[in-house]
């Protein structure tokens, strides 16, 4: 009979957490999760679902303004902070009730409560001390603000999704996809924004042509960008914020948020006590089996700082469990991902961006194209979508596919695929475009602006 109460005991019941423990529990192992906060973690709490319903929000401004150019005649509109607030709370509360039915539907026992390892096979949650054959750690990220003088008046992203009002002027500090996606919800809700980054151009890793693009459509739409700045210290009078900037000059805003990076929520966690090796960011390091420096710890997601995206850690969830628990070894292909910034425009991406593929790459095609969507061509918006391939001319593969503008997501997945299943310029060339969408330009590019 078996000294362990559980063959698995999951820390963190986020997206990565929960799917690996209903997958184990359905091919038959005893499995219990603990969370400490609400159930679908970052994703569901402070994350991609109340930031999308946001990005849905401050897009109606534009909607109005677009529609008079269809002939229709929108009166005079006003946004209602507290409505938008409420209505999205009442959508997380339910999708954290569909998280505790599916934990219970799948037999996993959940723990109401801080866990926390004692030693390879023991964990403390709730008052109790628990003994299971495997431990997986699954507890995400956490923002990171810098160490000075004033941060007790900065805020992060978490904090946003609660706001008692929406401010008049705000500040919004980073150049990740975070701070991009919020400085373009701040200002599409009608709050007079300011972004600034300490490099010379947000998004770094992205391709650099659309970013270069990306920044100019949001400076369009009156979002002011402060590059290659930052904030030495802040003060509060008044009322107001006012921040020193490295530039020499002194910002007055009414709030500022930080959106300079995450860091893996590792701390008090008896890890280290444990044996289990963390890096020099306290990420928990793991093998390609998700294993940590302890045979019987495993760690995924956010926590172990690889790629910070929930169907990452979904599908690292599932991998997981089959591995252990249905004879299945498993696991994650970490290529070709595709990404969404929901910023706006959006801005949409697959595989290698220009830079990548000319170092990877002997013989580079780049094909692109800038143009008025269709939608905007009645209003006087002058917002551009720009849409680039990225061609190995050796074997005509397409290993790169980027995209800025309206609804760039849903685009982009339907490409991701093409480019995971090996597509090549020629596949895109002889597939017939739906026609008129912005879609049908990826298959209508015919020279290269590039080579």
Known sequence: MSNYEYDLFVIGAGSGGVRAARMSAGFGAKVAIAEDRDLGGTCVNVGCVPKKLFVYASHFAEEFAHARGFGWQVGESQFDWQTLLNNKNVEISRLNGIYGRLLDNAGVTLYDGRAKILDP??????NKTIKAERILVATGGWPSV????????????????????????VTVVGGGYIAVEFAGIFHGLGV?????????????????????????????KGIKLEFDTNILSIEKNDGKLQAELTTGKTLSTDLVMYATGRHPKTADLGLEEAG??????????????FQTSVASIYALGDVTNRINLTPVATAEGT????????????????????????????????????????????????????????????????????????VD???????????LGPDA???????????????????????????????????TMREPASD
């Open 393 to 403: 001319k050796t074997t005509d593969k397409v290993i790169g596919v980027h995209m």
């Open 192 to 220: 007079d924004t300011t972004l600034l980054y300490r490099g010379p151009l947000f998004l770094r890793g992205f391709d650099g042509e659309i970013r270069k693009h990306l920044a100019e459509e949001m400076s369009k």
């Open 409 to 443: 997501g849903e685009i982009i997945q339907g490409i991701g695929i093409a480019i995971k299943a090996g597509a090549t310029k020629a596949h895109f060339d002889t597939t017939i475009g739906i026609h008129p969408t912005t879609a049908e330009e990826f298959v």
């Open 319 to 390: 991998a997981l469990a089959r591995t252990l628990y249905n004879d299945q070894p498993s696991s994650v292909d970490y290529e070709d991902i595709p990404t969404c910034v929901f910023s706006q425009p959006n801005l949409g991406t697959v595989g290698l961006t220009e830079e990548q593929a000319r170092e990877k790459y002997q013989h580079v095609s780049i094909y692109k194209s800038t143009f008025t969507p269709m939608k905007l061509s009645l209003t006087d918006s002058n917002e551009k979508t720009f849409m680039k391939l990225i």
């Open 121 to 126: 096979h023991s964990v403390s949650v709730a």
């Open 276 to 289: 289990v090796k963390l890096d020099d960011s306290a990420a928990i390091v793991i093998d390609n089996n």
């Open 146 to 169: 810098p160490d000075i003088p004033g941060k007790e008046n900065i805020i992060t992203s978490n904090e946003a999704f609660y706001l008692d009002k929406l401010p008049n002027h």
